[in-house]
């Protein structure tokens, strides 16, 4: 079993930064992949940011590339996203996931199904 802890949200103006927190504890020796996903109300749960955890490679969607970045802490087992640049779009509930299946980035976005374990999730507001 795997614990997801995300935390960092948080209420800002538009042109502003955020760094999201995801602690990650239990049986983690085997997890691949890790993601970020975000659900903004009404609308769906969309992959945001993806990362394979044993080379470090990185995967974004479109709309916050150049903008976002995710990655690992391996020492502290716990993943970022760093947002900077923030839009009002960017709104919504983040959350991080985590899966022992390998997602390669052939194809964008990440399934949701592929991943396993699920953080409770952690909001962020962007005022413009």
């Known amino acids: 079993q795997v614990q997801l802890l995300d935390s960092g949200g948080g209420s800002v103006q538009a042109g502003g930064s955020l760094r999201l927190s995801c602690v990650v504890s239990?049986?983690?020796?085997?997890?691949?992949?890790m993601a970020w996903f975000r659900q903004a109300p009404g609308k769906e749960r969309e992959g945001v940011a993806a990362?394979?955890?044993?080379?470090?490679?990185?995967y974004y969607a479109d709309s916050v590339k150049g903008r976002f970045t995710i990655s690992q802490d391996s020492a502290k087992n716990t993943l970022f996203l760093q947002m900077n640049s923030l839009k009002p779009e960017d709104a919504a509930m983040y959350y991080c996931a985590a899966t022992y299946r390998l997602y390669n980035g052939r194809t964008w976005p990440p399934p949701s199904y592929l991943y396993d374990y699920w953080g409770l999730g952690t909001q962020v507001t962007v005022s413009s």
């Open positions: 990362i394979k955890t044993g080379d470090d490679v990185a």
């Open positions: 239990g049986y983690i020796y085997s997890i691949q992949s």
